[in-house]
């Protein structure tokens, strides 16, 4: 039997390699100055894409057969829609702890191409940031991290499987302040798309969870003018991430671990919903589980394909320390 785990390490191997070379020919050539941010979000995720697709289309996608695609029904759709509400302060107290020693990458990327090619995204059609920023994104990684690569590992366990997804999509994104609450992100979409039966509840959880900053970042810029100006102010008198209080912190982090559990709860009551009460929980177990050779996580491929990031986000993070 082959192993689908070792394809799956190869895919991201491969991912991260056009992911490197194609950044270091923008930086060296100097033709990333001629992309805006919805070109580069576009090229962004075409470089994860491509090798993923070239890859199962060499496999004649194989790994792909049992990819959790179906449509999912109007129950799992409104407990996805909660189940997303609830982790979201999760995300938001990670990114915050990662803010104690890196910057915002959000915040930094846009203010880049505010600086160099004169583009403020929040200020451009609503419509189109939904585009770029809450579906196109989502549904792409998710194809990806979820779909693709969920079915090269599932043989190895769902903890596993979530675990390594997770970890690769966090490791994807080039940073730390990302990779912290993207990492959380994976392991919860992974459970999810279990718990479904569907990478489609994954995608749409992904989105809400994208799409809920840019309505919010929309809505700011388009309260009335007196309302905008006490926002301001009142920002401009927080404190920063790193002056918050210790109390601040316990009460932050008792308030994700609340939403943490409920989510977990939620899970459940998503596989009762979508009939697969059993065999999620049988997952959750670890009784999927296949041993031999092709329940394996472990390749050289894999290992490559992770070290490649981590040496990048170590690099930068030594950049910054010594500026």
Request: proline letters at 2%; one cysteine or more.
């Amino acid at each position: 039997m082959r192993n689908r785990s070792r394809l799956a390490g190869t895919q991201y191997l491969f991912m991260m390699a056009v992911w490197v070379v194609l950044g270091l020919v923008l930086g060296l050539t100097g033709w990333m100055k001629y992309f805006n941010y919805y070109s580069s979000t576009m090229l962004a995720e075409l470089e994860f894409l491509i090798p993923v697709v070239v890859l199962l289309f060499m496999d004649r996608f194989e790994v792909m057969r049992g990819t959790r695609m179906k449509l999912i029904g109007i129950r799992t759709i409104l407990w996805t829609i909660l189940f997303t509400i609830l982790i979201l302060p999760v995300t938001y107290y990670l990114n915050m702890v990662s803010q104690l020693f890196v910057p915002n990458a959000v915040n930094e990327t846009v203010s880049y191409f505010a600086t160099t090619v004169g583009q403020d995204i929040w200020a451009k059609p609503l419509w189109l940031n939904i585009l770029y920023i809450a579906i196109l994104p989502p549904v792409i990684e998710e194809f990806i991290f979820r779909g693709a690569l969920f079915q090269g590992f599932r043989n190895c366990g769902l903890f596993k499987t979530a675990f390594f997804t997770a970890l690769m999509f966090g490791l994807a994104h080039g940073n730390l302040n990302q990779f912290m609450y993207a990492f959380a992100i994976g392991m919860f979409l992974a459970y999810l798309v279990e718990a479904s039966g569907s990478v489609f509840a994954s995608m749409l959880a992904h989105a809400l969870i994208n799409g809920t900053t840019v309505v919010l970042v929309f809505l700011e810029r388009h309260l009335p003018e007196n309302i905008t100006s006490a926002m301001v102010e009142a920002e401009s008198r927080t404190a920063s991430v790193q002056d918050l209080g210790l109390m601040f912190w316990i009460i932050g982090a008792a308030i994700a671990g609340a939403c943490m559990v409920l989510a977990i709860i939620v899970l459940r009551t998503i596989a009762r919903a979508s009939g697969r009460e059993v065999v999620y929980q049988e997952a959750r177990k670890g009784k999927d589980r296949i041993k031999g050779k092709e329940g394996r996580v472990f390749s050289v491929e894999l290992l490559i394909g992770i070290m490649i990031p981590v040496i990048f986000i170590a690099i930068e993070m030594i950049i910054q320390l010594v500026k």
